[in-house]
């Protein structure tokens, strides 16, 4: 195992500049999925393209044994609508897009893990490598899995890069680690008419208003305090001119919970205040809800594997285990309704360098991570159990 890392190990800054220089949004992967797809062709690894070409699924690779389990690895592989602000020779090559959650690093850790195994097997358990479209927008984890990526599959695992994490470090918590999701869009019909006049319209500016600070104040105060829940309106529509009252208002946001309970009381009390905002302003409210992301909670016994796995690794100062949950959300949550799986936090922050979070323009990383990275998942399928994980799932 050691010489194929060491082969494909200086190759790991050059796949992810290569997708940094060249980011793809969500849906429109088709580029990254053609490099990745003539890597693997290169090294003779049988793979598919899935996903209308916007995705790679690896066969599975069999194992010493044969009845050991199988384990798949994820990476997503979108980027975000964004402008660079790095100075930096690998910056963004496409206005707009930019490689801003680190899905650059992942790709390119699991491919350098993919080249690296295959040269390597057979290893103790069968393994697969699942490149994934669309994680930003929250639909390509579910896709993959109607494409059939987890057949055969015992378990999943995935790394994310963290800016707040020293590069040597990582994260692996049992339970809960991200939030429910629901985002929702609510459209408010009123009336316009001459700003002077407001008595003779339905002001759908001034209704908006007082559904917004009345959601602010009524979700948090009508959930129980010992569970989080957070409403966010993200995007409010309405009206081209100072004098003119327009005709309707949007609202775009999110609710984010740690449980399903909670999002769906959160998500009635959206609609029942809707109802009454509507009544006593005399407007007409409609709400849109999208499909519910579960929360992401990783399996016990695979965050425990992980954790000692990369306690010999790393060192076990260096494994972060209590990490508190993120009211973010992760699609990789749509694999762990499946099948039992662990996402892995990345330590990604430079000592030298001010990094910026996920999701900003100057976001980067320290590079080290591609190797920790890559060594950590070869790793854990070299030394993943024979047999526990051959278990009923129970989720
Ligand atoms: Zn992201
Ligand atoms: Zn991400």
């Known amino acids: 195992m050691e010489a194929q890392l060491t082969r494909v190990l200086p190759r790991l800054s050059q796949f992810r500049r290569h997708f940094h220089r060249n980011p793809e949004l969500s849906g429109e992967e088709y580029s990254t999925t053609e490099y990745l797809s003539k890597q693997l062709t290169a090294a003779r690894i049988p793979h598919r393209v899935a996903a209308g070409k916007r995705g790679v699924i690896t066969e599975i690779v069999e194992p010493a044994d044969p009845g050991a389990p199988a384990v798949a690895m994820r990476a997503d592989i979108d ?120 008595h003779t319209t339905v002001d759908p500016i001034a209704t908006a208003a007082n559904l917004i600070t009345l959601l602010y104040q009524a979700i948090p105060r009508q959930t129980d305090a010992r569970q989080p829940v957070v409403i966010t309106v993200g995007a409010m529509k ?14 775009q946001g999110t609710i984010r919970t740690l449980n399903a309970a909670v999002a769906t009381h959160a998500r009635d009390t959206v609609e029942r205040l809707c109802a009454s905002v509507a009544q006593a302003f005399n407007a007409r409210i409609s709400t849109l809800f999208d499909r519910l992301l579960p929360g992401m909670a990783n399996d016990p016994q695979i965050a425990t594997l992980s954790a000692d796995v990369a306690g010999r690794l790393l060192g076990p100062e260096n494994v972060l285990r209590n990490e508190p949950p993120s009211m973010g959300a992760e699609d990789f949550a749509d694999y762990l309704q499946a099948i039992p799986g662990c996402m892995i936090g990345l330590g990604a922050k430079a000592d030298d360098r001010k990094i910026t979070p996920l999701h900003t323009a100057t976001f980067d990383i320290d590079e080290t991570a591609l190797l920790i990275g890559t060594r950590l998942l070869t790793a854990l399928v070299f030394e993943w159990p024979k047999s526990p994980d051959n278990r009923e799932t129970d989720n």
């Open 79 to 198: 980027a975000l609508p964004i402008q660079e602000e790095n100075d930096v020779p690998y910056r963004s090559k496409k206005p707009g897009v930019m490689h801003a959650c680190g899905h650059d690093v992942h790709s390119a850790i699991l491919l350098g893990t993919t080249l690296a195994l295959y040269r390597a097997r057979p290893s103790p358990v069968a393994w697969k490598s699942i490149f994934q479209p669309c994680e930003e927008s929250g639909r390509g984890a579910c896709e993959m899995v109607r494409e059939g990526a987890l057949e055969g599959v015992d378990a999943i695992i995935a790394l994310h890069v963290d800016p707040n994490l020293p590069v040597g470090k990582v994260a692996i918590t049992p339970g809960p680690r991200t939030a429910f999701c629901q985002d929702f869009a609510i459209e408010i019909i009123g009336q316009g008419g001459h700003g002077a006049r407001p």
């Open 238 to 251: 309405a009206g081209h001119t100072s004098n003119v009252i327009p005709e309707t208002a949007l609202l």
